[in-house]
């Protein structure tokens, strides 16, 4: 480390990289020459450990990237739920959801997937939600609609918000099941010997160019506010990540000195995010912002909300069956599932952007099984919480991994527990909805873009002078944009005869990193084409055969506390799906000393 610390002129070592798989050299390459050189490398990689204030910091930073899709899906259902007027309900369902976030975050990098994954509400979800809370039976009373004749606190207002609220529980809770079905009995596993590069790029890209939209109206609130927050991001992760900052530090051999610190690549969101804060904060204390609602710039002030913070509770303690028993609806449950479905490709796609946006091999099955079974088990919490909607890897944080160059799962765990935090602590929650819209559209307009671009990138194990691939990826990108647009300008086209299945088709229809993701595959598949030419040949070199993994793969993707160890004395474990294959059979402790297993020398060599 002496050496290492020489070499990069910096007193705190706590970011000198060094020799991890994340950024070993290529073959032939000097160590030393190729750390100074790389100025990409990752700062910390999966299994690095910041020091604790930077994980508080870094974890705060991916709250914060999250923020603006957890916050905004209570807020949209809140219009089915009959609760416009009911700002204090509204709360609680956030506080619900990052508490239920938090847990589910804090699940997946433990016992899921184990990469650097944040987990939240799913706008998947959201589609098949609102069109079950438009069916008649659903349809708000007319004096909910009326804010001055609405008691919040009567007993007939809260049985109309509580019951919609119970059907989607319902719905979600059932449509979980398949998901925790499909993760732990190993089909999407099954699937990766089919999916290559061609069927992850468009799956990716589109999930960040179908944002487009929920980005372009955020930040269209205030076009200067987000315009200053983009580009205080891009300055601080582009610019500037390569300067030092001097920060006081004691230890006890030097006392206290100065250290020089890369703030700017490891904070550049958090920083953005909190100079546009602070920037609406007093231009609203000092009226330059319009305080008539409808006037441009109004959704930039930080004052919009400032009656849930004074009427919020310090404490919330939210906890399963808290609106009630769920109730089921066949309908409700058909489209959920199809937002389901949708998300299980969406987050195979994240699993392949995180994994290369933070220095890990790609996943092996079992990780991805094991994903989306917790995943599956995460919308269930969701739904016995009563979040009105389930949990999903987040493509925002997946995008906040290629800015910052941070990729420790540590930092993910720090997260998760600051969600849950937030979730028990009712003015903590309260205060972060004064984020005004702009500074969140702002910053989707980095993180989206960064999202295209890692799926874009995978494109590189392919051949692309080859017209075969030219035309698989220019169609399944262009369809999934084309198709779902004219969808949703032409809800009633889908009229099968049978509601449900006119309901799911909507959602997958609507959902573009589906039909991108299913055209690539098709195509894929069907067009003739060598394995080398498809990319299927690098792709899968790395997870195709589990028997095949590196040290570094079990590293990243074993089970946690010596389970892994613990698993691999039983033989027949290793035909569970889900579970990591057993790497220490040749290794086994009940042989004799003295009698070497070939196994055992091969790797005693390899190491």
Known sequence: MTSEKESNGLDNYAFALEGRFCDLPEKGEDLDSSVDEDTNK????????????????????????????????????????????????????????????????????????RLPILQGGTFTLLAPSMAMLSMPEFTCPAWTQNASSVNTSSPEFIEVWQSRMRALQGSIIVGSLFQVFVGFSGLIGLFMRFIGPLTIAPTISLIGLSLFDSAGSSAGNHWGISSMTTALIILFSQYLRHIAVPFPTYSKDKKLHTSRVYIFQILPVLLGITVSWLICYILTMSDVLPAEAGHYGYLARTDLKGEVISQAPWFTFPYPGQWGKPTVSLAGVVGILAGVISSMIESVGDYHACARLSGAPPPPKHAINRGIGIEGIGCLLAGAWGTGNGTTSYSENVGALGITKVGSRVVIVASGVFMVVMGILGKMGAIFTTIPSPVIGGMFMVMFGVICAAGVSNLQYTDMNSSRNIFIFGFSMFSGLVIPNWILKNPKAIATGVVEFDQMLQVLLTTSMFVGGFFGFILDNTIPGSKQ???????????????????????????????????????WLRYIPFCPPGMSSSLDPKQPLGTPDPGQIMIGVGL
């Open 533 to 571: 030419e498809r990319g299927i040949l690098a792709w899968n070199k790395a997870h195709e055969d589990d028997s095949c993994e590196t040290l570094e793969t079990g590293e990243v993707y074993n089970l946690p506390f010596g389970l892994t160890s613990y698993m691999s004395s039983f033989s």
């Open 42 to 113: 990752l700062a910390y990689c999966v299994t690095d450990v910041p020091p604790w204030y930077l994980c508080i910091l870094l974890g705060t930073q991916h709250c914060l990237t999250a923020f603006g899709g957890i916050i905004a899906i209570p807020l949209i259902l809140a219009q089915g739920l009959c609760l416009q007027h009911d700002g204090l309900t509204q709360s609680y369902l956030i506080s619900t959801i990052f508490f239920v976030s938090g847990v589910c975050t804090l699940l997946q990098v433990t016992f899921g997937i």
